[in-house]
Every structure is written in structure tokens, then in C-alpha cells.
């Protein structure tokens, strides 16, 4: 396994655990995560953005290289919303071993 698939893997660990503050020591301090067509800059943006997201399980399905060390998972999410389950596609690019942008999309 790769740096960048470990990081992944860590990602979806630390999302599913209660404690936000590892969730967020994993974000460059001006990270950015991209979600329902949202922007959120910098790690007090992703605070706000992730409180706002309710309890759900992930499920990933596969992980697949994308430009330089990038990495794609589709990850099935499920929890107490509209249209649960659903497969999302996470794009990730990393800073060393920090997470610098994040987006979170529809698998279409």
C-alpha cells in the first residue's frame, strides 16, 4: 500500500471516530475540502463544514491513483438522511501527510 492509500485509509477512520480534533489534525492549516458544491478554505472553514455533517458510516469501496499521488475512493455513505445509502467519490490530494484538498462528489 502507498503513502497516499494509507492516508486515505486514515481519513475514513478518523471520520468515522468522535474525535474531531484528530479528524482535523489531518488538514493542512489552508486546506480546502470541496463538498455539495461548497468550498471550504482553510481548517476553521473545514471545522465549521464537518460539525454540520451528521453521523454516518463509511464503506470504501475501492481507492484508484489520480494525478500525481492523488487518490480517488468511492465510498458508500449511510446514516439518517434523504436518499441513504449513498456512493460518493472522495478526491484526494496531499501535502506530505496532510490532506491539502479534498473534494466530495456524486460517483456519476
Known sequence: M???ETLVQRYFLLAAAPDL????????????????????????????WRTSV????????GVDPIAGDGRRAVVEIAGDFPGSPVDLAFGFTFRGDR???????PTA
Open 54 to 61: 451528521p453521523p454516518v458510516t463509511y464503506e470504501v469501496r
Open 2 to 4: 502507498t503513502e497516499s
Open 21 to 48: 480534533a484528530a479528524y482535523h489534525a489531518q488538514f493542512a492549516d489552508d486546506a480546502i475540502v470541496e463538498d455539495e458544491g461548497h468550498l471550504h478554505r482553510g481548517i476553521d472553514a473545514i471545522r465549521a
Open 99 to 105: 490532506i491539502e484538498y479534498l473534494t466530495i462528489r
